[in-house]
């Protein structure tokens, strides 16, 4: 009975962990201006004291019933602070246990066995050691699902197939957005793609053989590059790519 108990728990606590998670991950890590361990662990104290906070004010609330109404809202009370938080206090079994090495052989590991009661229990755990390791989910800016974030890098984009360009991972579709959004921006590009589309159109009406068009591309690939170096000004390159 016992069993059949947990196993029938088993959706239920998956969606309350998954609802719980994305609400942390949405409105509490996204925000964050910074990331690393410290943002992290400050971020579960607020997360933590939001809770309290709003527990607390409930049970002020209390302070007025009696008898069966302040057990039956007590309860409420226990029931409602539960649904809406991720547990940071359970009951786990820990055994400290030597095995084989897994790669070496003929040499031992001291190994950690953790026994969960359920599997909410695991998957807390599992994501706060995570979290104290600096390991964070987070949204991917592409196809809004979650990816872990491990480096403490600023990582917009996850590793996964982009849903709008088959073979094409999100974070490969991403740099390519941001190189044009970041060229749009930049006049030394944008002179340069006028020139170069210039040349593009004289080559496919044939006024330009395939010798020059490799020499005058490369020629004008010169300039753009000596005007991001700073060696030529931009009035000067506006000048000088006017030839072409
Ligand atoms: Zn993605």
């Known amino acids: 009975m016992e069993w059949l108990r947990r ?41 933590q004291l939001r809770l309290s906070l709003e527990s607390q004010a409930v049970y002020d609330e209390l302070s007025d019933l009696e008898g069966d109404e302040l057990q039956r809202t007590r309860k409420w009370q226990r029931e409602e602070v539960e649904s809406r938080s991720l547990p940071a206090n359970f009951g786990i079994r820990t055994t400290y246990e030597a095995m084989s090495h ?53 990582i917009r984009y996850c590793e996964n197939e982009a849903p709008d360009a088959p073979g094409k991972t999100c974070s490969q579709v991403g740099a390519h957005i941001k190189e044009r959004r970041k060229s749009k921006n930049d006049p030394v590009i944008g002179e340069y793609k006028r020139a170069y589309n210039r040349l593009k159109t004289r080559k496919n009406r044939g006024q330009l053989s395939t010798d020059d068009w490799n020499r005058q591309v490369a020629e004008i690939q010169n300039l753009k590059e000596m005007a991001q170096r700073g060696d030529i000004s931009l009035a000067r390159l506006k000048e000088m790519l006017n030839g072409f």
């Open 7 to 47: 196993l029938e728990a088993l959706p239920d606590s998956i969606h309350h962990f998954k609802v719980r998670v994305t609400e942390l991950a949405d409105d509490y890590l996204a925000t964050l201006k910074v990331r690393t361990p410290s943002a992290y662990a400050a971020v579960w104290r607020d997360y």
């Open 102 to 154: 897994p790669k070496k052989k003929g040499q031992f590991i001291l190994a950690e066995r953790v026994q969960c009661d359920d599997l909410e229990t695991f998957l807390m755990l599992d994501l706060l050691r995570g979290f104290a390791a600096g390991h964070i989910p987070r949204r991917c800016d592409h196809c809004g699902r979650f990816f872990l974030l491990d480096s403490g890098y600023d």
